[in-house]
C-alpha cells in the first residue's frame, strides 16, 4: 500500500498555541508541517500568515520537513535567504503569479539556499501554467478548493473538476518528472476525500481536518491517517 504522506496545514491553527500544536501534530504521525502565508492580494480572509517569524519559532519544536506555502504577488532574493535560514525545507508559491524569468530566479535562489521549490496551481488557475517549469520543480500542488458546491458562508469544500485536474497533474509529472511530488489541498476532511485519493497523490494538506476536530489535533490526524491509508488499499495505490 502506497504510504500518501500528511503535511499539517497552518493555515487554521491558533497561533497563541502555535509550538504547542505544532509538537502535537508532530507526535500524532503527521509527516510534514506546512506553514501557510499570504500577502494582502490573493488570499482576502487569511492575510498575513506563517511566514519566517513562525518557521524560526517551530523549527526547534519537530525534526519534520518544514514547508512555507506562500500567496503573494512579489518574492525577492532576501525573502528566500530568510525563510531558508529559519530552516524552512520547502517553499512553495504559486504559478498564477510567478513565471518566466522571476521564476527562475526564485528557483536559483532556492537552490542555492538549499531549499526544495514547489508551484501551486490556485483554485480555478488551469494546469498549462506550470507546462515548462514541471521539469525543474520539487513540488506541484494542487488547490482544490472551490464554490461548486459554496454555501456562501465560507465553508469552502473540494471543486469536482479537480479529479480531472489531478489525474492530469499526475500523467504530467510520471511522464517528466517523476521525483516531483503531488499534492492536495483545500477542504480536505477524513470523510470526503476518496475519490481524490484515487488519483494517486503524494501528499494529503490538511488544516480545518486536523487542527479544528472537535476530539483534538490527535484525534484528528488518526482519523484522516486511516480514511486515507483505507483509500489508498481500496484503489490499489502503490
Ligand atoms: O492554502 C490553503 C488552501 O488554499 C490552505 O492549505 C487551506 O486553507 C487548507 O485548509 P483546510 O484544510 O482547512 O481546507
Known amino acids: 500500500m502506497k504510504h500518501i504522506k500528511i503535511a499539517a496545514g497552518l493555515a487554521h491553527v491558533n497561533y497563541g498555541h502555535i509550538a504547542s500544536v505544532v509538537e502535537e501534530a508532530s507526535n500524532a504521525g503527521i509527516d510534514y508541517i506546512h506553514s501557510d502565508a499570504a500577502d494582502m492580494h490573493d488570499l482576502k480572509n487569511m492575510q498575513l500568515m506563517g511566514g519566517h517569524q513562525i518557521i524560526e519559532a ?39 503569479n510567478f513565471l518566466g524569468a522571476p521564476l527562475a530566479y ?93 488519483c494517486n497523490p503524494d501528499i494529503v494538506i490538511l488544516s480545518s481536518a486536523i487542527f479544528k476536530d472537535k476530539e483534538g489535533i490527535t484525534a484528528g490526524v488518526k482519523k484522516c491517517r486511516a480514511a486515507i491509508d483505507a483509500a489508498s488499499e481500496k484503489f490499489g495505490l502503490e
Open 58 to 96: 517551530i523549527r526547534p519544536i519537530t525534526d519534520k520537513h518544514i514547508e512555507c506555502h506562500i500567496y503573494t504577488k512579489d518574492m525577492d532574493r532576501l525573502f528566500i535567504e530568510k525563510i531558508a535560514a529559519a530552516g524552512c525545507n520547502m517553499l512553495i508559491i504559486p504559478a498564477e
Open 106 to 198: 526564485i528557483i536559483n535562489y532556492c537552490r542555492e539556499f538549499g531549499m526544495k521549490v514547489g508551484l501551486t496551481v490556485g483554485c480555478y488557475t488551469p494546469l498549462c501554467f506550470v507546462d515548462e517549469a514541471i521539469y525543474d520543480i520539487d513540488r506541484l500542488q494542487i488547490v482544490v478548493h472551490g464554490v461548486d458546491e459554496t454555501d456562501g458562508k465560507d465553508n469552502w469544500g473540494w471543486r469536482k473538476s479537480s479529479l480531472d485536474m489531478i489525474r492530469r497533474a499526475r500523467k504530467m509529472i510520471d511522464e517528466k518528472n517523476p521525483k516531483c511530488e503531488l499534492a492536495i489541498d483545500g477542504g480536505l476532511r477524513f470523510d470526503n476525500m476518496d475519490p481524490l485519493i484515487e
